[in-house]
């Protein structure tokens, strides 16, 4: 980019360059970028302006009520449907839109995936919840044209054992990737460290489906692996806002398409699978969550 000092940032916040993305841009530059690793510069148009972290975030509050509401309505006997519904009033009321809501032909609002069912689950009438399921709703709203994207997992009554340690192993696992990403270091952090937790307890991570770049658009760059090696992809600056949302599979990682309705993932050996995820912010020091 050949942007002059004084002139206007391309970040289209007003500001003159050098006082804006000059420097992160020139340490960006300053990288000696490892190609057999996979090494690039994030492009420009995935690094968000103040305003726009500022409209994620409140696009997040919303989100996260979402997922609130869900806690005192999941018990044994409600069908999906009615969640679906509770989510979508939700949204609506707030002034907000259900991001999945017809995104590429989606039926409904959120997301419902019941134990082998890996992400994607259609919400029914016709599926009940019962005593001892572990469940994901998985709930992306739109406010004022900004998208923040969630989802956590709900126990049905009592699980088995085998059951509630997926669902804690999951959950650590999105943690772990979270810890891992960190300005100035690279996108392969956050998979290796999704992944090791995962094997150290038997379980596998899904490599078909990731973590995505978010906030002016659903599913923005990068994509996020939930496995692989540190030290190798996008690198990570401030300003990137990404999702964090692996797929923890009891037993093996292979997954498969309902052929019928085209859209749920369930696990290929019919294991059980947990899912968490979160839209986090890429700080100078860290990052921050928005929406969770
Ligand atoms: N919310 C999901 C994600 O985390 C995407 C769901 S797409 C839908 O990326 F069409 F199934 F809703
Ligand atoms: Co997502
Ligand atoms: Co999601």
Redesign the pocket.
């Known amino acids: 980019m050949s942007t002059n000092r004084n002139d206007v940032c391309w970040c289209g916040s007003g500001k003159k360059y050098k006082k804006c993305h000059m420097a992160m841009d020139e340490r960006i530059d300053s990288i000696k970028y490892d190609v057999y690793r996979g090494q690039v510069p994030p492009p420009h148009d995935i690094i968000k302006t103040a305003a726009d972290i500022e409209g994620i975030r409140k696009s997040g509050v919303i989100n996260d009520g979402v997922l609130d509401l869900m806690e005192s309505l999941v018990k044994p006997g409600i069908d999906t449907e009615s969640l679906n519904q509770a989510a979508h009033e939700y949204i609506v009321s707030h002034g907000a839109i259900p991001a ?1 809501l017809n ?2 032909g ?1 039926p409904k609002s959120v ?1 419902i995936s019941i134990n082998e069912v890996v992400c ?1 689950g259609i919400p029914s009438k016709d599926t009940i919840l019962k005593e001892g399921d572990i469940v994901n709703v ?1 709930t ?1 709203t739109i406010l004022d044209g900004y998208y923040a ?1 969630a ?1 956590r997992m709900y126990i049905v009554g009592e699980a088995s054992k085998e059951a509630r340690d997926l669902v804690r192993v999951a959950k650590e696992c999105m943690e772990l990737g979270i810890e891992a990403a960190r300005p100035w270091h690279f996108l392969g952090d956050i998979g290796a460290a999704v992944d090791a937790h995962a094997k150290k307890h038997g379980y596998s991570i899904v490599t078909a489906l990731g973590g ?1 770049g978010v906030g002016n658009d659903f ?1 923005e760059e990068p994509f996020v692996p939930h496995v692989g090696e540190t030290d190798t992809g996008m690198l990570l600056v401030p300003g990137m806002v990404l ?1 964090v ?1 692996p797929m923890v599979n009891a037993g093996k990682y292979k997954v498969v398409t309902d052929k019928k309705d085209g ?1 749920t993932v369930r696990t290929r050996d019919g294991s059980l699978s947990a899912q968490w ?1 979160k839209t986090i912010l890429i700080t100078e020091t860290g990052t921050e969550v928005l929406s969770s």
């Open positions: 999945c995104y590429e989606f997301c994607h998985d992306t994207d989802s995505h599913h999702t949302e859209w995820e």
